[in-house]
T-cell receptor, first 109, second 116 residues
Framework: AQRVTQPEKLLSVFKGAPVELKCNYS??????LFWYVQYSRQRLQLLLR??SRESIKGFTADLNKGETSFHLKKPFAQEEDSAMYYC???????????FGAGTRLFVKA | GAGVSQTPSNKVTEKGKYVELRCDPI?????LYWYRQSLGQGPEFLIY????????DSGLPNDRFFAVRPEGSVSTLKIQRTERGDSAVYLC??????????????FGSGTRLTVV
């Protein structure tokens, strides 16, 4: 079965500290992986996708097929990074995206 | 429009009533999705439209739920005989390519449905 697991419901870090939001997936093929973010009172929006290997707002995520992980990282957290983060998987060639339960990141001043 | 528009933003209805939730996707986006998000959970897939047809409705929980997209743009999610367990935020998303491949979704702000 296809599944996305985000083991932490809440992650609290100090401003300037490194942050890593964990994501593990279960899928037998090669998935497309995404991170979505929802800031307070805003709609859910795409943060980054593994295919483009991009860095958005200082965040990066590397697909590790051996560990079936797609952790989101940022070397120096900012207060404006406080939000709800969702890891998501879409089977290659498929239509539906499967979301994890989300991790709330709280960056303290 | 500039983004995905969902109406109403909030809907309170009595148990047993019928509700309709509307989604207006980004112009030109052929793929449209409905998701449901319960408290403390991530979005859960309901149905996917490519053009006017429902290409995958495997996420609809039961036959009380139905969705249409008659002209390939605006979509309506219909829930009959609502139950308290239907209370959730219903999200609509659209994408330019079938499956949203490589580009991800653009989400609407959702409709918060409360069944009392």
């Amino acid at each position: 079965a296809q599944r996305v697991t985000q083991p932490e419901k809440l992650l609290s870090v100090f401003k300037g500290a490194p942050v890593e939001l964990k994501c593990n997936y279960s899928y037998s093929g090669s998935p497309e992986l995404f991170w979505y973010v929802q800031y307070s009172r805003q709609r859910l929006q795409l943060l980054l996708r593994h295919i483009s290997r991009e860095s958005i707002k200082g965040f990066t995520a590397d697909l590790n097929k051996g560990e079936t992980s797609f952790h989101l990282k940022k070397p120096f957290a900012q207060e404006e990074d406080s939000a709800m983060y969702y890891c998501a998987l879409k089977p290659t060639g498929g239509f539906k995206t499967i979301f994890g339960a989300g991790t709330r990141l709280f960056v303290k001043a | 429009g500039a983004g995905v528009s969902q109406t109403p933003s909030n809907k309170v209805t009595e148990k047993g009533k019928y509700v309709e939730l509307r989604c207006d996707p980004i112009s030109g986006h052929t793929a449209l999705y409905w998701y449901r998000q319960s408290l403390g959970q991530g979005p859960e897939f309901l149905i996917y439209f490519q053009g006017t047809g429902a290409a995958d409705d495997s996420g609809l929980p039961n036959d009380r739920f139905f969705a249409v997209r008659p002209e390939g743009s605006v979509s309506t999610l219909k829930i009959q005989r609502t139950e308290r367990g239907d209370s959730a935020v219903y999200l609509c998303a659209s994408s330019l390519m079938a499956g949203g491949s490589n580009y991800g979704y653009t989400f609407g702000s959702g409709t918060r449905l409360t069944v009392v």
